[in-house]
């Protein structure tokens, strides 16, 4: 997509801080980190969020959840436990309309998620 800031990362427009890549996926540092670690984990193709996630798109899921592993086999501030999470829409903070999961971590999480 023309506009996403995620796509002009993926395409080497925008420079990142990157952890993982392989042909389907990539994951990077975040700009502006709520956890001393704090990854952004996304596809290459782009789709807004999961609520576009259909029979013809959802082949676009394994690739991720396989790269959130090995990145959080990986590195060493995640062997106690992360979080992972992804905003949809708006009122959930979704800031990038390009489907990408956050991998939280450091540091013990609040339990309060809202």
Known sequence: MKDCVFCKIINGEIPSQKVFENDRVLAFHDINPAAPIHILVTPKRH??????MNSSNSALLPPLFEAIAEIAKAEKGLKNGFRVVSNVGEDAGQ??????????GGQRLDMKMG
């Not at 800031?95 to 939280?104: D, E, K, P, R």
């Open 47 to 52: 789709i807004s969020s999961l609520v576009e």
């Open 95 to 104: 800031t990038v309309a390009h489907l990408h999961f956050h991998i939280l």
